[in-house]
């Protein structure tokens, strides 16, 4: 078990594509971190070169306090697991679990214990003798697992080892690499592009974007204080809504001017970021994420926080909870991070038809999770009232948030 | 009856008389395509003037094997066996190493010259035999090879189409494959032999065949590195004897069984060999 430290990380392909820019990064013992980022973020080739399959082109990847530029990836000590399994067909589970430890002269009675030991772990003991091709989904990715726990290296990598499996197998496996990783704690290193996967499986996620790294933080952290637009948006299923407000100094308070509403800062807001006072006059975008938008508050009359009205187009019960598509007359702001960070292409087709629907009054879809129990129903118009200490601030010319 | 029942049955009678005609046409050039061999069949269990009165008769009257037994007697046809079994099994089994190392390096190994080197042997491809036959006469005769196994092995060793199939095959298969066996602690020799060779087995299958029936069935080359009638092959005898000497009839029957009998090793490979090409890579990737 081991540390890893990415250290001025950068990666330039021969024909000038730059895939990962000035990576820092530092991974504890026995830690679970996430790559997240959408497909050409170079999460995968950060992976890559900390296996030894991609060369790094400045900086210096060390595992523990060895920096391994230079090692090939068998003198690292490394195990991965590909997103396509990369089983050997011609060879049975127990050949394929036992191929590593072969490769390190373990003689066969030493194997052969571990092989089990590990076959049981993930439950495949009945089917050691079974070629890939006899398997489910789920079981070549246990094997894919199988061949990396056995070697027993410092560090485990995996590079999206869930996408190819159906939804529900995907989160059985979840739980269990989780399981796994805890029990061995072995330092690891998991990329997805899934948001979802990222916030569930990782101590600490790394946001990439475009070969750079935007925030590294426990999870939580990620999703209530996003370092910028693009991880605001990219990070929370449904999408954190993203409207252009304008900043008004009112006297002694501060009220941000979305649409035809307005919403009336309280002074702990403005005290946890004070720089807002700054951008008194300016426009920036207001993220409010779907939680943060209470309908029977508004109906009972109660909270205290601002208030935007609009008419509800469709509606996803969820079960326990439902979502209100509500269209509100705001301006949405279409920044490239924004659009960038939507995960669901359907969300940012309803950004792109907003933008093409514009007939003065400028409307954007925002979404509220509520209650199962709240009574909305299509081509209602409804008031939403906003959570004010759940409200997200950012520039729209940096993207960065807007706080101290 | 209805007039759509009707024109239902017509049109269903038009489509087994079509049916029947192209099954005629496919037939008719099968039968022209085996006769040849059903002939050479027929003609080597028959008697010297029965395939002289009736060459093109498939019923020997009466049969015999006399044909057999004189290859056996009177020709050295065990020596051409036995030499053109060590010359084709050695040609076959090298081969197939040393086109798949080839086309391993060709199409995973990043070096200089790389694409030079395929070029080249793209380019030998397009070269005929006929023209290399001197050249390669006065290279074995150079060497000092001339007249001895290795002259008329090592010539045959790689061909370029091999290696051209090898190549396209070892693309094919998934990289992260062979990614996976570098991290496990496989070298680039090991990662060949133990991970990517097994999985070309269809490959390496097809090119079994085409070695195996190249070599088996090559003449040019045995006439040309090597004269002495102990290093004949069966091509080689068999050419002989189709020349045939003067006053001793026109042999068919004898030249024929020789042919039958060489035959059958490259019949029965293929058909052993045919069943056992499939899809080996099932289950080493999620598709």
Known sequence: ?404 | MSRELRSTKSAVRRQHAGRALTYSFLAAVAIIYLFPFLIAIATSFKTEPNATANPLSLAPSPPTTSAFHQLYKDQDFLLWVKNSLIVTLSVTFLRVFLDSLAGYALARLRFRGRGAAFATIVAVMAVPGVVLLIPKFLMIRQLGIYNTYWGMIIPLLVDAAGVFIMKNFFESIPTSVEESARIDGAGIFRIYWSIVLPMARPALITIFILAFQGSWNELAHFIISAQSTSLNTLTKGVAQLASGQLGVGNRYPLKLAASTLMTIPVAVLFFIFQRRIMNVAAGALKE
């Open chain 1, 1 to 404: 078990m081991a540390g890893i430290t990415f250290d001025k990380v950068a990666k330039t392909y021969d024909d000038g594509t730059r895939a990962v820019s000035d990576l820092n990064l530092e991974v504890a013992e026995g830690e679970f971190v996430v790559f997240v980022g959408p497909s050409g973020c170079g999460k995968t080739t950060a992976l890559r070169m900390l296996a030894g399959l991609e060369e790094i082109s400045e900086g210096e990847i060390r595992i523990g306090d060895r920096v391994v530029n230079n090692l090939p990836p068998r003198d690292r000590d490394v195990a991965m697991v590909f997103q396509n399994y990369a089983l050997y067909p011609h060879m049975t589970v127990a050949e394929n679990i036992g191929f590593a430890l072969k490769m390190r002269k373990v003689s066969k009675q030493d194997a052969r214990p571990r092989i089990e030991e590990t076959a049981r772990i993930l439950g495949l003991l009945d089917h050691l003798d079974r070629k890939p091709r006899q398997l489910s989904g789920g079981q070549r990715q246990r094997v894919a697992m199988g061949r990396a726990i056995v070697r027993e290296p410092q560090v485990f990598l995996m590079d999206e080892p869930l996408s190819n499996l159906d939804a529900k197998l995907r989160v059985q496996m979840r739980a269990e690499i989780l399981r796994i990783q805890r029990q061995l704690n072995v330092t690891t290193v998991y990329v997805t592009h899934d948001q979802v996967e990222a916030m569930t499986m990782g101590d600490r996620v790394a946001v990439l974007r475009r070969g750079l790294l935007q925030q590294f933080e426990p999870p939580q952290r990620l999703y209530e204080q996003p370092a910028n637009l693009f991880v605001a948006s990219f990070m929370g299923s449904p999408a954190m809504n993203i409207l252009e407000a304008t900043v008004e100094r009112k006297g002694d308070d501060v009220v941000c001017t979305v649409g035809p509403a307005t919403i009336a800062l309280p002074p702990q807001v403005l005290s946890a970021r004070p720089a807002l006072l700054g951008y008194a006059g300016r426009t920036i975008a207001l993220g409010i994420r779907p939680e943060a938008l209470d309908e029977s508050a508004a109906r009972n009359g109660n909270g205290d926080g601002g208030r935007l009205r609009g008419v509800v187009r469709a509606i996803e019960a969820l079960g326990p909870e439902q979502l209100a598509h509500v269209e509100v007359e705001a301006k949405p702001v279409l920044a490239e991070e924004v659009v960038e960070g939507l995960v669901d292409i359907e969300e940012a087709d309803d950004l792109a038809e907003i933008r093409s629907d514009a007939d003065g009054a400028v409307r954007a879809m925002v979404v509220a999770r509520l209650d199962a129990s709240a009574s909305v129903r299509p081509e209602e118009t409804v008031e939403l009232v906003v959570n004010l200490q759940k409200l997200h601030f950012f520039d729209l010319d940096t993207g960065a948030t807007i706080g101290a």
